[in-house]
């Protein structure tokens, strides 16, 4: 039982290229979500999905695509890197049957640098 | 817009106690949450209180909530070196309709504990 995996765990980028994040969870979660953590700025959540097939924006989803086409998979998405984007990103999945007091699962983050 | 305040940064020595405190805004979050993030890995869930209780103790951690002053705070007593990490408030808001599970972080508190 891996709990949320996340890949790659590093990356560089140059302005203007693409890349996907993979998240993966093994605990049939319903939800799951992408944040970015930047310092001084907490966690901000860029989309959700509460279900294969479905998405939705969070506060900050400027730049980001998702899709979820598996109910264990949620991949985050990078049309044209900026530096703006430059950040550690931290996927989590919590369970429908744990909604009400809402325990997030995270995973290890992804660090990512634009230049 | 909804916020989660915290401080920033707390320093105690090896023994002593350390409370950390957060303030929130949307009155009706049903669970509060502290999350702890150490060095390099994902937020874990530390601990939660249900709305309707004023206090939760679970071994070394005591949970305060004032709901008239939506103030929160965390107790850890004799706090240990294993205990620095960054630790996160969160609220679950209701203008997610309770059904998505989001939740709002703050900044996080950054714990030194000096030997």
């Known amino acids: 039982n891996a709990g949320v995996t996340q890949t790659p765990k590093f990356r560089v980028l140059k302005t203007g290229q693409s890349m996907t994040l993979l998240c993966a969870q093994d605990?049939?979660?319903?939800?799951m979500y992408w944040y970015r953590q930047d310092p001084g700025m907490g966690l901000r959540l860029i989309h959700y999905?509460?279900?294969?097939?479905?998405?939705a924006k969070g506060e900050v989803p400027d730049g980001y695509n998702v899709s979820r086409l598996k109910k264990q998979n949620f991949l985050l998405g990078l049309e044209s890197a900026a530096p703006s984007q430059t950040s550690v990103y931290f996927c989590?999945?919590?369970?429908?049957?744990?909604?009400?007091?809402?325990?997030?699962?995270f995973g290890p983050g992804t660090r990512l640098t634009v230049l | 817009g909804e916020d989660v305040e915290q401080s920033l940064f707390l320093s105690v020595r090896e023994g002593d106690s350390s409370v950390i405190n957060c303030t929130y805004t949307?009155?009706?979050?049903?669970?509060l949450y502290w999350y702890k993030q150490e060095p390099g890995a994902g937020l874990q869930l530390l601990t939660y209180?249900?709305?309707?209780?004023d206090m939760k103790q679970d071994q070394r951690l005591t949970v305060l909530l004032n709901k008239k002053d939506k103030h929160l705070s965390l107790r850890i007593a004799d706090t240990q070196t294993g205990d620095s990490a960054i630790y996160f408030c969160?609220?679950?808001?209701?203008?997610?309709?309770?059904?998505?599970?989001?939740?709002?972080f703050g900044k996080g508190t950054k714990l030194s504990v000096k030997p």
């Open positions: 989590a999945s919590s369970s429908l049957r744990a909604v009400a007091y809402n325990e997030q699962f």
């Open positions: 605990m049939n979660h319903e939800y």
């Open positions: 209180i249900f709305s309707n209780m």
């Open positions: 949307d009155s009706s979050s049903t669970y």
């Open positions: 969160a609220e679950s808001p209701s203008y997610y309709g309770g059904s998505q599970g989001n939740l709002i």
């Open positions: 999905s509460v279900g294969e097939g479905t998405t």
